[in-house]
């Protein structure tokens, strides 16, 4: 049997009026490194801070290893790590000192971790934390995170401050978390940022989940791209995104229609023809631009 370590059960979040999130449900198992994934304002961090006992949820239930979350918080912290998507830090502390600071305060050991960490990432942790640029600031937070020892690693965007070098020390980190055994949630809202290193993922949109799964099989969900030169047309005009330029058509299909279409292609005389699967960001809008709900301000 698969071990959870996190599980998010119905939960319900009321800013007043509004309603943040909607019934979301999720689980991570032991292992799992899991993408949360959505755009802006759909509710990533807001959950994650009800998972961490910072917000308390207008209903619902989180169970971090095993135990209700939100009692007994201080326990439940001691196995976390969290590096949030807005870093804030004691603007007089260096670095280093803030370093120290964040692991003393979990109960964490200061390891030669940190000094590894410090020297990957490229931080002079002499600085004070007053003269760091976003993405130092953001360094400072995940050396913290990723030099505790702990069951369950959360974090929040954590490479929107990065540059593409220390973003793949990142992604390294964290799969040597995973293959360590460790549970990581990851926040992004782009799919191609966290793709290396997810398992599965689930797309949160105006505070409900809309899909939850593996890649491969949202994949394998996600409608294919025909493209075809024929000589009729007519049949095609009714598929989605259908365009013509000339001879040339192309069209979008569910893998269930793919049999018929090759058939009607063949009928009409199709003298070229190409079906590709849709790249990672073709797959992410799908979900994006799902149809506009009544709920639409
Ligand atoms: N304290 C609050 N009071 C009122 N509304 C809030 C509060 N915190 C968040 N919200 C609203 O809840 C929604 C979800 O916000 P949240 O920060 O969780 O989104 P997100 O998915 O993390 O977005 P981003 O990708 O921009 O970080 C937004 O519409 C936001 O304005
Ligand atoms: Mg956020």
Do not use: C
Request: hydrophobic fraction near 40%; charge should be neutral; avoid cysteine.
């Amino acid at each position: 049997m698969m071990t959870k370590i996190l599980e998010v059960n119905d939960l319900n979040k009321k800013f007043g009026r509004f309603q943040a999130l909607t019934n979301v449900s999720f689980s991570l198992n032991e292992g799992e490194v899991f993408g949360f994934l959505g755009p802006n304002g759909a509710g990533k961090s807001t959950a994650i801070r009800i998972i961490l006992g910072l917000l308390r949820p207008s209903s619902g239930e989180i169970t971090i290893l095993g135990k209700d979350a939100t009692k007994k918080i201080v326990k439940t912290h001691q196995n976390l790590a969290y590096v949030p998507g807005d870093v804030y830090l004691w603007p007089n502390l260096t670095g280093g000192e803030i370093i120290e600071l964040l692991l003393k305060m979990g109960g964490h050991p200061r390891t030669k971790r940190v000094d590894e960490l410090i020297q990957l990432f490229e931080l002079d942790p002499r600085k004070k934390a007053r003269t760091y640029s976003k993405g130092n600031r953001q360094k400072v937070a995940l050396i913290a995170a990723l030099s505790m020892d702990v069951a369950l690693y959360i974090f929040d965007e954590p490479t929107s401050g990065l540059d593409p070098l220390q973003e793949r020390h990142f992604q390294n980190e964290v799969l040597k978390l995973k293959a360590a055994g460790k549970t990581v949630l990851l926040s992004s809202h782009i799919l191609s940022e966290v793709e290396k290193m997810v398992d599965r993922v689930a797309i949160i949109r105006k505070g409900q989940i809309v899909e939850t799964g593996s890649l491969a099989d949202m994949r394998k969900h996600a409608a294919l791209y025909v493209h075809a030169k024929v000589q009729d047309s007519t049949v095609f005009e009714k598929f989605d995104q259908f365009k013509q330029d000339g001879d040339e058509i192309s069209f979008t299909v569910t893998r269930e229609q793919l049999p018929v279409v090759t058939g009607q292609l063949t009928l009409q005389g199709v003298s070229d023809l190409m079906v590709t699967p849709p790249t990672l960001e073709d797959l992410f809008m799908q979900y994006y631009d799902a149809k506009e709900g009544a709920d639409e301000e």
